[in-house]
Structures are given as C-alpha cells and as structure tokens.
C-alpha cells in the first residue's frame, strides 16, 4: 500500500518535469533552426551579405566584369605558360571585384558597411567588429580566404592583391605583397600584378623605379588615372606581411567559419535532447501508472 501511494505522489512531478522538458525542447529546437537557418542563408544565396556599390562603381574602369565561380578556375592550368598564367590570374581577379570608396581615395567610416564583416557572413566577428579592441581591424577586414573575398565581391588594391597572393601561395608560386602608400601590388617570378587595375606588368618594381616610363604602355587605357598610378609606383615599396603571418590569418578565417555553426547545432541537438528524454519520462510514467491501478484495486 505504502508503495503505491509513493509512486503516487512521485507522478505529478515527474508529470512536470516530463512537460517542461518537452516544451523546453520544442523551443529549443525552433530556435535553433532558426539560427541555423541565419547561418546558411548567406552562404546558401538566400540573403546578400553585403550592399551593393553604385552603378558608377560597377560599371567604371575598376569595376565588375564578370564573377569568379570557382577559386581552382584562378589556379594555373597544366603546361600554362608561367607568364600567361600570371597575367589571366591578374586580370580574372579584377574582373571579378569591384574597387570603391564611398567617399575618397582612401577607407572612411562610411565605408563600414562594406568593409566590416557581415553579420549573415559571420555573427561571430560582426559582433566582436564592436568591441574597441578588435573594432580598428574588423570594420574594415580584408579576407586572406579567396573565396570569401570573391564572395564579398569588393575591396580596396590590397584586398585583390591578398586574393592573388593566396592563391599563388596555395600552389607554392612564390609571391609578395608590396604596399606604398597610395597602392599595392603583388610581385612574383620578377614580375608585378596589379589586380586592382587588372594590369600584368612583365617587369619588377625595382625595374619600373629606374624606368617609370616602362608601365605608360600597360596602364595607357585608364587615361587620366594614368599620373597617379605613375605616383603611386615613384613613392616608396614595402613588403605587405609575411607568409607566417597570412597563413595564422588564415586558420583564423577558418576557426571562426567553422565556429558560426556550433551554436545553432547545439541549440538544435540539445532541444531534441530534451524533448526525447522528456517523451520516455512520460511514457515510464504512464507505464508506472498503468501498473499501479492494478495493484491498488487488489489492495482495496
């Protein structure tokens, strides 16, 4: 008799216990699903990441010619001559971003929107862009990871130079970022890559320093664009970075895009979790009440 009214006065609880657990996992799971749903819509093509740049931006000298689909397309091809490879690389890429800034020749705060990362590219680093310790670097991030910055589909010379730069290194094609102060350019097998103009030069920079004539013929088409560029290759060089340190980057890129999916995962497996152990909890219970109906009426 004992035994029966013990199972009896345990069951509302475990009644409770089973619901909430239930309801718990419902809501769990729903929202799960739908961050998991955030998550992929940018990479799925539901949603763009990012805001278009103006027309004029598209359709200028430095503008969109036509997207890169896939990154081995940019890798070179077999028997391809090395100096061939090296201009298409040059010129696929260019014509694969758009180069624009919302106010001047140079990064401002309201090019925010286009150069700090995503939300729906990644919540993680978006967020992290608001805090004063990251906030300098991540609101105007610049993608080692090619096809994140293929993607985004914009950048700045140094972000079409880091495109070519990963990829040459992704084939042990030795290359280096050079930067001057109103420029950058990669350098590699003795010749320049300017991605940002779409122009491949067959000379060095410490060759164009001693003739600055040489690049007139290559960048004859930009017209009035044509002194600055000459500016540009008169001031001073510097290597842009190491490879240590764009390979660190990288894994860096990697981390947080793999990272983005686990907090949706776990919401999503943990709200089953819970739903499924709430469920058996209920049907124990209803097995245990089954059995002592029984057992109390032969009692009585």
């Given amino acids: 008799m004992s035994d029966v009214i013990k199972i009896r006065a345990r069951t509302p609880f475990s009644s409770l216990v089973a619901g909430t657990a239930r309801a718990l996992g ?21 949603v763009g990441a990012y805001p278009t740049p103006p027309a004029a931006a598209i359709e200028g ?18 028997d391809e001559p090395m100096q061939r490879y090296l201009a298409r690389l ?21 090019d925010t929107p286009y150069t700090r990362i995503s939300a729906f590219d990644n919540y993680l680093l978006w967020m992290l862009s608001f805090h004063p310790e990251y906030q300098q670097n991540l609101q105007n991030y610049e993608f080692v990871t090619p096809r994140k ?7 700045f010379c140094s972000q079409v130079s880091k495109i070519v730069y ?6 042990g094609i030795d290359a280096t970022i050079y930067t001057a102060p109103s420029h950058t350019v990669v350098q590699s097998n003795g010749y320049v890559l300017d991605a940002d103009y779409g122009v491949f030069v067959p000379h060095s920079l410490a060759e164009i320093r001693q003739d600055p004539s040489i690049i007139d013929s290559y960048y004859g088409q930009f017209g009035s664009m044509l002194n600055l560029v000459k500016d540009a290759y008169a001031q001073p060089w510097q290597p842009l970075g190491t490879a240590e340190g764009f390979k ?17 995962l776990m919401l999503l497996v943990l709200g089953m979790l819970l739903f499924g152990g709430g469920t058996l909890l209920r049907r124990r219970e209803k097995k245990v009440a089954s059995v002592s109906r029984p057992i109390s009426g032969a009692l009585s």
Avoid: C, N
Wanted: hydrophobic content about 45%; glycine content about 8%; proline content about 6%.
């Fill in 90 to 110: 040059t010129k696929t890429v260019a014509g694969g971003m758009v180069h624009y800034w919302t106010e001047s020749d140079s990064w401002a705060a309201t």
């Fill in 61 to 78: 000298p430095l503008g969109f010619d036509e997207e890169v689909g896939d990154v081995e397309d940019l890798y070179r091809r077999p």
């Fill in 149 to 155: 910055a293929l993607d985004r589909g914009y950048g």
């Fill in 166 to 171: 990963s990829v040459l290194a992704d084939q």
């Fill in 26 to 46: 419902i809501y769990l799971a729903v929202a799960g699903t739908a961050f998991l749903i955030f998550v992929s819509a940018y990479p799925l093509g539901l």
């Fill in 248 to 264: 660190d980057v990288r894994a860096y890129e990697a981390k947080f895009e793999h990272l983005k999916w686990v907090p949706p």
